[in-house]
């Protein structure tokens, strides 16, 4: 109920009225025993005293339901895909990958590269940066390496921040590997900060490219201009996954 002036809770026992209560004193969304199951309004319009139909708790989440999505929120809401919208799951997930990857910060200039096998979250935790991003109006593109076949989006360009998913799970034509490594080169140059995921690193990472010099200046920017977070790292492995 909306709070009105001169809005006084009362304990139970101490209302002046013998009206049942319209829900057995119980929350009409949890069905807990409400701890002040009527509240007195003094005001024109609402005086005398009236039942409350939910726990604080479920008022609490109502309201957050509720509540009206900003022009940030739609945003993310509308790119994301509905697989990657679901809440964090810490039983599946790992939390101290998450929380450390969640750090970025993109006024540092510098790029972000989440490593971890198949299924470690890389890309949920990726979605989940983006979605803060945006919450800080700090403008992103999104886009899976597959896609970088078909040239990348002139938007890329523009942004803030890039972020690219599955990084050499697929193999590019050596002409798309050069416009790769423009890229690379262009964002780190102008300290436009990028995501990046995959599942190799270092040399592995290389040999995933046909051209090896390119590759070898792909890696070697990647390592200079990058922050690395490995999900091997807080899995209980001493492998040091840094970029060789």
């Given at each position: ?8 809770i009362w304990l139970p026992g101490v209302e002046d009225t013998d009206r049942p ?87 540092s200039g510098r790029n972000l590269v989440i490593v971890g096998a198949s299924g ?95 590759a070898q200046a792909i890696v070697r920017r990647l390592r200079e201009f990058s ?18």
């Open positions: 109920m909306k709070s009105l002036v001169s809005d006084q209560h319209p829900f057995q004193g119980l929350c009409k969304v949890c069905n807990q025993h409400l701890s002040y199951p009527w509240r007195k309004i003094d005001h024109p319009s609402a005086h005398g005293w009236h039942a409350v139909n939910c726990c604080d708790r479920c008022y609490e989440s109502a309201k957050c339901i509720s509540k009206p999505l900003t022009t940030e929120d739609r945003l993310w809401q509308e790119r994301c895909p509905p697989e990657f919208k679901k809440p964090w799951d810490s039983t599946r997930g790992n939390d101290a990958f998450l929380d450390r990857c969640l750090n970025f910060d993109p006024q470690t979250g890389k890309t949920r935790i990726c979605w989940k940066i983006l979605s803060n991003l945006t919450r800080a109006n700090v403008s992103w593109f999104f886009v899976t390496a597959l896609e970088l076949m078909d040239g990348l989006h002139p938007d890329a360009h523009k942004v803030r921040v890039l972020a690219i998913d599955d990084v050499g799970n697929d193999k590019l034509t050596m002409n798309r590997e050069v416009d790769f490594l423009r890229v690379i080169r262009n964002r780190c140059d102008w300290h436009q900060p990028m995501i990046l995921t995959t599942q190799f690193r270092g040399a592995d990472l290389a040999n995933r490219f046909s051209e090896q010099s390119t922050d690395v977070v490995n999900f091997d790292q807080f899995a209980g492995s001493d492998r040091d996954l840094r970029p060789e």
